[in-house]
């Protein structure tokens, strides 16, 4: 798999999902995310998802690279 460096250098905006949750894994999967906004070199969009929902959904129709 790519690094945050490559796909930095590859795209101009990285776009990541952070979950709202107060438990341990919770606090990992946002240090994650807070990981990649640090390191990438480009745009870092943090996607959160709403009040309530447990996970993001992506639409079928959205593109992905």
């Known amino acids: 798999s ?7 250098e590859t795209y101009d905006l990285l776009v990541v999902g952070a979950l709202k949750d107060r438990s341990i894994a919770g606090r990992l999967l946002g240090a994650v995310a807070g990981d990649v906004v640090n390191r990438a070199a480009c745009d870092v969009l943090v996607i959160r998802p709403a009040d309530g929902a447990t996970e ?3 639409p079928e129709s959205a593109p992905l690279a």
């Open 56 to 58: 993001l959904e992506v």
């Open 2 to 8: 790519a690094s945050i460096e490559q796909l930095a």
